[in-house]
């Protein structure tokens, strides 16, 4: 599958390196143009290649992978419908502000909403699943065959496209979990949630 990555952070290195490794081909696209990413890529390795927002955008499966506070200009510019858009943000108010402090004002700045669902108002038209943001990439950054299957939470709308997503997150060697809706589930996985910052692994019952 061809990812496309709209940001070039944490998220892009660590899950991008996961899809890379399973034989997934990523774009990187960031907001100063693919010449800035050269370096990037190259420590990606094979199957990374550096592109504009709008080359990522076309992408089978596009990851929305920057900080809270850019989000909406990372979107603008992109016709969203019928895109799969997995919303891997979480709502600080500016980076890296992860204080509980300021998990309790992004949260309350979001009036009773996920911030999933606002990012789907953003993009209109796209088939948004929230995945890939419930842990520090630290914890999932074990790229051998032998790594861990942690768990990472998915929730959206589109049943489709998050059945997409969770087949992509499995194809990894990670694990996907279904939470339901981007109201209901959404709410359970996104920053300060319950099930957000828990360092779950699978592990195969030997009979």
């Known amino acids: 599958m061809r990812v496309g990555f709209i940001g070039a952070g944490n998220v892009t290195r660590t899950f991008g390196r996961h899809l890379i490794t399973a034989g997934h081909t990523v774009v990187v696209s960031n907001s100063r143009g693919p010449e800035t990413l050269a370096d990037f890529v190259a420590d990606l390795g094979p199957g990374a290649i550096a592109g504009t927002k709008q080359q990522a ?28 858009l997995i919303d891997s943000t979480n709502a600080h108010l500016e980076p890296p ?22 990012v789907a108002e953003m993009a209109v038209g796209a088939r948004l699943v929230k ?47 279904d939470l339901g809706s981007l109201a209901i589930g959404g709410a359970m996985h996104e ?9 779950l692994h699978f592990v195969r019952r030997l009979r």
């Open 57 to 84: 955008a076309e992408c089978d499966v596009v990851i929305l992978a920057t900080h809270w506070v850019s989000v909406a200009d990372a979107l603008k510019g992109i016709d969203w419908r019928g895109r799969i």
């Open 97 to 118: 502000d992860i204080s509980l402090a300021g998990v309790t004002r992004s949260r309350a700045a979001l009036k009773g909403r996920t911030s999933s669902e606002i």
């Open 191 to 199: 920053v300060g949630a319950p099930l957000s910052g828990l360092d």
């Open 131 to 177: 995945s890939i943001c419930n842990m520090p990439m630290a914890w999932i950054q074990d790229f051998s065959p032998n790594k861990p299957r942690t768990v990472i939470f998915t929730s959206g709308d589109d049943i489709e496209a998050k059945q997409l997503v969770i087949e992509l997150v499995n194809s990894t060697g990670l694990i996907a979990i």
